[in-house]
């Protein structure tokens, strides 16, 4: 992923350029009262918040991203409007036009991660069922990117997001012929949609091989969690939540731009 920047929460001029066109327009103010704070220091709020997973009111002032609420805000009405989809297709697009998207499989895995605040999609834990949790559920290309991200209880079962992170990978243009959706490979409904399934069941060895497909995803989880704000779900809104995984599933990307783009 190449060298960890000192300020990973200033947004650069290249992810701004993505973002910015984005962005809602801005309601009318309803009362008289300070200045509105500028979109791209809200989202460097915002960014602090997910990389050193801080609480909202401790935001610090005197770093100019406004207060806490503000980026909390901000953070809502964007994730409502559907930027971080959009952001994501996007950078899958650059990707998959630069021929950096491994189409030839797909790879799924989930995290259980505590919930500090039951609330909607938080469950009972697998491993203490006095806590509840969450769990992150990932679907990536065969080399590690995030193509779609899901939320629910930590005691749903990882099968039953098979098929819904697969309807939500987006169409990626960005070469000549139909967008794509679907990798090439994944029992009886992924292969009534074409895709060979290879699934660990319980009870199989280690070795049986998946393991050299499955570390992608892995790692992947891995750089999700390096967002210290998803390690525990903190925010008792789902959506919140959502939001907050929505923007690190498209800062791994963004990256990967970088980097080979």
Known sequence: MGK???????????????????????????????????????LCGILFVLHTGIQWEYLPQELGFGSGMTCWRRLAAWNEAGVWDQLHALLLKKLRSKNQLDWS????????????????????????????GSKHHVITDGQGIPLAVSLTGGNRNDVTQLLPLLDKIPAVAGTVGRPRRRPDK????????????????????????????????????????GFRRLRIRWERRDDIHEAFLGLAVCLIPQRHVQRLC
């Open 4 to 42: 960890r920047q000192s300020r990973p929460w200033i947004v650069s001029d290249e992810l701004w350029s993505l973002v910015e066109p984005l962005l809602p327009e801005p309601g009318p103010k309803k009362v008289e009262g300070r200045p509105r704070v500028p979109d791209r220091q809200a």
């Open 105 to 132: 499989r797909a790879v799924i895995d989930s995290s259980h991660v505590r919930a500090a605040r039951p609330g909607p999609k938080s469950g009972p834990s697998p491993v203490d069922r006095a806590r509840p």
């Open 186 to 225: 994944y029992r009886r409904l992924l292969r009534e949609r074409g895709i060979r399934p290879a699934i660990a069941e319980r009870g199989q060895p280690h070795g049986t091989g998946l393991g050299t497909f499955r570390w992608v995803v892995e790692r992947t989880i891995s750089w999700l969690h």
